[in-house]
């Protein structure tokens, strides 16, 4: 882990005045102001990619003077956090010309800073989210309860996958509180944990189980598979008529079998398992050697994936989800959302993932962790349906009133006082992707902003990418924002009334990492570039934010 001490949040060496009765003379925002860079930290799990092999966490990572940090070769680099997570807590760089700067060599933790200045939060966030997030140590409150203002309801991720991880699945909110309370020592907070993935670059990964028919044709051409399930000849043909459009069988009873299926997968012998792992990556291994590939029961890239698998965890029941569950592929600039109790695991590349605040996961293959499986073959929802099902569509993210950029969204938006209505009438490109590669003739280009916006309410990701020498002013967000630069270079302004100082930040390598308070507009420009046409002059944030809705 790599992370700055922070200074702690009590006594008077705090720096900020907030604690010495000094609000006043900073206004509601703290001597930092409404803008600063943070801190980031990250960590090297094991099945991070490694520096030599272009982790973006690394790269991201080095960004931060502050991290002091060097990239090395073989050195893992899995994920980078922003946010207030008490595991992996982000720090602030006092902003330049700062009033009352830390003592040096300190940095004041975002969370105690916000739980200070909580209108950089917003009153309508600190109301829903404030009292809640108790579980992160807490700063006593007034009425002697531990609470925790200054926590945000979500926690904003760069993940750099390697190798597989954990087949997984996060709990509800009940189920949440319910393993909360009979074993608080896994699962250590009571809240659920909803996660979107946007990719970064190809990415893959294992999300929600494939259509019924699908497994069942694995069962019967895959015979390890079909050993471990079930080896009798009555459960292959019942599972194969219900599987049949004709059979009538309905949504519950196409649960029941997938659930028939998984479960004795997931529970099946530990020596046969074992037995039937090797046994089926042998044989795949070879033929893929051999260049018979082709007369495989199964594709080639399907092979593959069993036979990496195998590498990565020998003889792990994991390594059979690629018969259950959908493999799905994204693009840069593809996203998915996974709702709780949906099985997933992340495979290979770089994402940007976004999270409410928790960190409840519950386990049952590709991990030397521990795993969960009762629990996990119980909570699971047994929806399916193909990995396009997976895949969540953003919409276009209106940049602020007066804003330049504003024209780009088209005739279509203009005069349109009512952004709903302004929205509606943008039509989004069907090739939506590629946040990271907008060149400069790409009618891409002209939509600045897309918005991610899951059907929860913690957390909501915007992507800007602007060509070089574009500006974009986004409208103020009634709630606490963490922005990432993933590409290019420009700078960050706060946009303010006239007479009021306005303050600019240096956005110069990828990986900087900013807040930004409840109510601030901000704008953002890409630098010039003399590089005519290529993509490399082009700049990319990435925005996470909550806002709580009327
Ligand atoms: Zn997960």
Redesign the pocket.
Known sequence: MSSPSAASGSGTSNGDGGANGKIEQYGPAGPFGAVFQIIPGVQNYDWGIEGKKGSLVAVYGEATEQLGMKIEDDKPYAELWMGTHPTLPSTIVPPPNCPRPPPSGTFISLSSYLNRHSSLLGDKVVKKYGDGLTRNGGVDGPDGKKKDQGALPFLFKILSAGKALSI?A?PDKDLAKRLHAEKPKSYKDDNHKP?MAIALTPFRGFCGFRPLGEIVHFLSVVPEFHALVDPSDAFLSEVEYASKPTSGTTEQETKQWLRKIFEPLMKAKMTDVKKRTMGIAQRYASALASGSAKDLEVDESLAKLVCTLNEQFPGDVGVFCSFVLNVVRMQPGQAMF?KANEP?AYIEGNIVECMAASDN?VRAGLTPKERDVDVLVDMLTYSSGGPDKQLMKPRPWLPAKGSKTREAYGVAAEGKEDDDEAIAAVELPLDVASPSAAKRDEPLASLPSLLYDPPIDEFSVAVTRLRPGQAEKQRAVQGPSLLILTAGKGKLRTVSAEGEDQREFDMDKPGKVFFVGAGQEVEISADESGDEGAAAGSLSVFRAFVEVAE
């Open positions: 997984q996060h996660e996974l997933h996961v």
